[in-house]
C-alpha cells in the first residue's frame, strides 16, 4: 500500500504538501498541487485521517545540504544557521553534497527524515523547486531562492582597482556553478565597460586546486597587475606562491576577494575584499524558514550585494 511518503518522493514534494493538497487547503503551487495529485493517482494512494495528522506534526528538525569541500562556506555557514535555528527551537541535521547526484539524494533522506525544512547552499538540481526547500546561491529558480550579487561583487572588484590604475587583471573562479558563472559574467562586463580586453589565459577555474589555477596564470607568461578571487583562501593561495616567484603583493600584484572570511584580516597583507553579506543572507533564510512553516507565501528578494572593504592587499599603480 502506497505512503504519504511515496507520494512525496515521486511528486517531488514535501509531505506536509501532500498533506494539504490531501485536505484541500491552500498555499500550495498549482504546480504541486497538480504533481501530487497525479503521483496519488498513479500510486493508488488514499490517505487517512491518522496519516494526515501524523505528516501535520512538526518535527522541529531543518535540514542543512553544504559542500563537503568548501571549507570557507562550511565555518561560514554553520555557526549562524545553528545559532539562528536555535533561537527558534529547531534543530539541524546535516549532510554534505558534491554532485546532482547527491544532492538529489541527500534531499530524498532529509524528506525522508521528517526535516520540516531544507536549506541547500550552492546546490543546482531541480530537486530544489521542492516548495520546503531554501535554496542560497545556486539554483536562481527555486520557490525559496536567496541570491548573492555575484557579477555586481565581481564588477565592484574590477571597477575599484581601475580606479588604482590596474589594467590587466587576472580572476580565479571556483567551477562550472551558477556563483562562478555570475562572477566571470561580472568580471567580462566589467573590463568591457572599462575598455580593457579580455584575455582568456588570465581567466582560471580552480576545481578544488586552487594552486594548480594559478600556477596556470603564472605559467602562461601573460602579464597582470591584479587577482581578483572568489575565495580568501585562493588568495592565501596566491601570496604564497607569488612569493615564491619573487612577485610581492601589492608591490607587483594586487589582490581582491569576493568573500571576506576571518582568513582575510589575518593574511600579510590583509586582504582587500568585497565582503560577502552571510549574516544578512542567513537572516533572510530565517524570513523564508518562517513562511514555510506558516504555510504562507513568500514574496522573492532581491540578489544582495556586497560592499567594499579596503585593506592593504591593493597598491595604487597611478
Not at 515521486?10 to 501532500?18: D, E, H, I, M, W
Amino acid at each position: 500500500m502506497a505512503t504519504i511518503t511515496d507520494v512525496s518522493l515521486l511528486a517531488n514534494v514535501s509531505k506536509a504538501t501532500v498533506s494539504r493538497v490531501m485536505s484541500g487547503s491552500r498555499g500550495v503551487k498549482p504546480e504541486s498541487r497538480e504533481a501530487v495529485l497525479r503521483a496519488a493517482e498513479e500510486l493508488n494512494y488514499r490517505p487517512n485521517a491518522a496519516a494526515q495528522t501524523l505528516a501535520n506534526q512538526r518535527s522541529d528538525y531543518i535540514g542543512v545540504i553544504l559542500s563537503s569541500t568548501d571549507a570557507g562556506q562550511v565555518s561560514t555557514y554553520l555557526p549562524l544557521l545553528a545559532k539562528s535555528l536555535k533561537a527558534k527551537g529547531k534543530h539541524m541535521l546535516v549532510q554534505f553534497a558534491e554532485t546532482p547526484e547527491e544532492q538529489i539524494r541527500m534531499v530524498e533522506e532529509l524528506n525522508q527524515r521528517h526535516c520540516d525544512a531544507i536549506i541547500s547552499l550552492g546546490g543546482t538540481t531541480e530537486a530544489l523547486k521542492n516548495d520546503n526547500i531554501i535554496a542560497i546561491d545556486g539554483l536562481a529558480s527555486a520557490e525559496h531562492a536567496i541570491g548573492y550579487d555575484y557579477k555586481f561583487a565581481a564588477e565592484s572588484a574590477c571597477r575599484f582597482l581601475s580606479s588604482k590604475g590596474h589594467t590587466s587583471i587576472a580572476i580565479v573562479v571556483d567551477d562550472e556553478s551558477y556563483a562562478s558563472n555570475q562572477v566571470l559574467e561580472g568580471y567580462k562586463t566589467s573590463l568591457q565597460n572599462l575598455a580593457m580586453p579580455v584575455n582568456r589565459q588570465l581567466i582560471v577555474t580552480a576545481n578544488g586546486n586552487s594552486e594548480q589555477a594559478i600556477m596556470s596564470l603564472l605559467n602562461s607568461y601573460h602579464p597582470f597587475t591584479a587577482l581578483v578571487v572568489m575565495r580568501d583562501s585562493q588568495a592565501a593561495v596566491a601570496m604564497n606562491l607569488f612569493r615564491d616567484f619573487n612577485l610581492a603583493t601589492p608591490q607587483e600584484v594586487s589582490i581582491v576577494s569576493l568573500e571576506d572570511s576571518q582568513l582575510a584580516s589575518q593574511l600579510n597583507p590583509p586582504l582587500t575584499c568585497i565582503s560577502y553579506p552571510s549574516q544578512q543572507i542567513v537572516d533572510f533564510a530565517m524570513e523564508q524558514l518562517d513562511a514555510i512553516l506558516d504555510d504562507r507565501p513568500t514574496s522573492h528578494k532581491p540578489l544582495i550585494t556586497g560592499r567594499l572593504v579596503t585593506r592593504e592587499s591593493v597598491t595604487n599603480r597611478r
